[in-house]
């Protein structure tokens, strides 16, 4: 492993290192865990967890800080009050919710650092990490049955439920009330891509046509999707996409997400619309022709504590390396294997962490060990049987993600459950057609098919789309 | 510390036993289980969850083709209840 000393990045390293370390200010990576990659950053701020300043730095999301920080535990969960904190770095598990200046369940993932933000942990006393509520883990060791919980006396059971009302929950209500939102508003074009990810960039590109309006909304900080997680592409290639996108006239919405789509009062006239938000309003969109470009969930497998803070997704450990820069541990467990996991594999070991890679033919994962995070993964031999420990911080899951259909199923859009594309794919043709018609759909969430192919579909699904809207 | 659990849905701490609790008691759709074990009715609305209990449901000896989806609900991603208090249109009254 060559120390990255230096003034500049050596010529042998990929193209995605060079851009990432930069010209100046490469400095020794001492082995530590984890680590910010170099020292020319945006403006430095302070942001303050349970009572503890943490540094971070402008354009880094509060779950980006809190684990350069060395902070795995953020809240506990519903149930069994167990540790939970960063897994898919995408806004879509929900595992990293965080009160934050008074707010609570934010998705640490999905909010900027900002100074002087007092970020708390959630459902956890008196700390988060020795929480006294976790006792009911060890008590339901086996689990718990909620339907055996009933007792025999009505007296009784009330006064069960109002403990338990008062013990389960999320977070607590906010400190004060909700500023003052803006009214909601009507935005009409003629093709909306939903997700800026590789198909959805594509789409909106080759949907644009002069005179037409195309209006692209991606729920993520930055545009770009898993593009900006994958080390094959990276940041730089992402800049290049959103520069021929503006180019083409589409409106490019960041930070929106779509959230509905419905055709309200059943009536003609009343057009169907999907229903985004930022964060000062809703929006209603009305469009001649819809492109799902959703994209896909990073998911979990089924192991032994698989819920353990240092469990992570690799579009996660990605995300962290390439879009802040940050080395996601020193050791680091990387379970699955595909075109995508080798190369994060290959850039992980670039910036000094030790990857033991699980070899699927060989062996698998049957548990993780450790106490509120990982130490050490549990690998089992698949033939022999035999079990081993393989010492880490991080367990990296490298699973196929799933379709991000729940939008296209709104709308009608018919899918099929596909073991090979990871859950349940939209049904489309070569072209993006949907079974509805003026939907379209291309990419991961037609089953997952990684980037350079989501690319390729999403310019025949945009192609269709603006046919589409043309002749309506 | 943690006691020994396989997770299948971590907004509602459902486990593979809680799964396979669910189909003894002949609970095998998904719409079924959603309703016996609580997975998928937590923040992320199943986006972490859906597909890997149809893929125990497929173990189980389910056929992938009878695999359905679960209806999904807006909104569908964390929204703050004042934008929809703010959605007030002119006709409201």
């Known amino acids: 492993m060559p120390p990255l000393l230096g003034s500049t990045p050596p010529d042998s390293y990929p193209q995605i290192l060079r851009s990432i370390l930069p010209p100046l200010g490469c400095f020794l990576v001492s082995r530590g865990v984890p680590q910010r990659l170099h020292f020319v950053r945006n403006k430095a701020l302070t942001i303050d967890f349970d009572g503890r300043p943490i540094r971070a730095f402008e354009g880094e999301s509060i779950a980006a800080a809190l684990h350069v920080a060395g902070q795995p535990v953020w809240g506990r969960s519903l149930k069994y009050h167990r540790p939970r904190g960063l897994f898919c770095m ?39 990490e020795t929480d006294l509520m976790a006792a009911v883990d060890f008590l339901f060791a086996k689990g718990m049955n ?21 013990l389960s929950g999320l977070g607590e209500l906010p400190n004060s009330i909700a500023d003052t939102v803006e009214k909601s508003t009507m935005l009409a074009c003629d093709v909306l891509v939903i997700g800026g990810g590789p198909a959805g960039l594509q ?46 006239g589409v409106t490019l919405l960041s930070q929106t997400t779509a959230i509905a789509h419905f055709c309200e009062n059943d009536d003609p006239v009343d057009p169907e619309q999907t229903i985004v938000t930022d964060s000062k309003r809703l929006t209603r969109i009305v469009a001649k022709a819809t492109v799902h470009a959703t994209g896909s969930y990073a998911q979990n497998i089924a192991f032994e504590n698989n819920d353990r803070p240092g469990v ?9 390396l390439l879009d802040y820069q940050i080395r996601p541990a020193q050791s680091i467990c990387l379970v699955g294997h595909s075109d995508a996991s080798d190369a994060l594999r290959t850039t992980l070991i670039d910036v000094g962490c030790d990857v033991y890679q699980v070899d699927p033919t060989k062996e698998r994962i049957v548990a993780s060990k450790g106490h509120s995070s990982v130490s050490a993964a549990i690998v089992q031999d698949i033939d022999s049987e035999l079990q081993r420990e393989i010492p880490c911080q991080l ?33 489309a043709d070569a072209r993006g057609h949907s079974t509805v018609r003026g939907v379209f759909a291309c990419g991961d969430v037609c089953g997952y098919v990684g980037p350079k192919r989501a690319m390729q579909a999403g310019q025949h699904a945009g192609r269709s789309a ?6 309506q | 510390m943690m006691t020994s659990k396989t997770m299948l849905c971590r907004c509602e701490d459902v486990s593979v036993s809680d799964v396979h609790k669910a189909w003894e008691a002949g609970y095998c759709t998904i719409e079924e289980i959603k309703r016996y074990t609580g997975f998928g009715t937590g923040t992320c609305q199943g986006k972490e969850c859906l597909a890997l209990i149809a893929s125990t449901l497929v173990q189980l000896g389910t056929p992938a083709d009878a695999v359905q989806a679960f209806t999904t609900r807006s909104p569908l991603a964390p929204t703050p209840l004042k934008f929809f208090a703010a959605d007030r249109r002119d006709d409201d009254k």
């Open chain 1, 90 to 128: 995408d806004g879509h598990c929900s595992g990293c919710l965080v009160r934050i200046d008074g707010v609570p369940n934010l998705r640490a993932c999905m909010q900027p650092c900002r100074d002087g933000s007092r970020v708390e942990s959630q459902n956890s006393f008196p700390s988060v």
């Open chain 1, 146 to 166: 909620h339907h055996t919980l009933m007792t025999g006396s009505s007296l009784l059971n009330k006064a069960t439920q109002r403990v338990v009302r008062h």
């Open chain 1, 203 to 248: 789409a909106a590109i080759a949907a644009s046509r002069p005179d037409s309006k195309i209006v692209l909304v991606d729920e993520g900080l930055a545009l770009g999707g898993s593009l900006r997680t994958d080390p094959r592409y990276g940041t730089d290639f992402v800049r290049d996409l959103l520069d021929q996108a503006r180019s083409c």
């Open chain 1, 312 to 320: 992570i997704a690799m579009r996660a450990a990605g995300r962290l």
């Open chain 1, 395 to 427: 367990i990296v899951i490298a699973t196929t993600p799933s379709p991000a259909s729940e939008l296209a199923r709104q709308q009608g859009a018919a899918t099929y459950f596909s073991a090979d594309g990871g859950g349940f794919a939209v049904q």
């Open chain 1, 466 to 471: 603006a046919d589409y809207a043309e002749g």
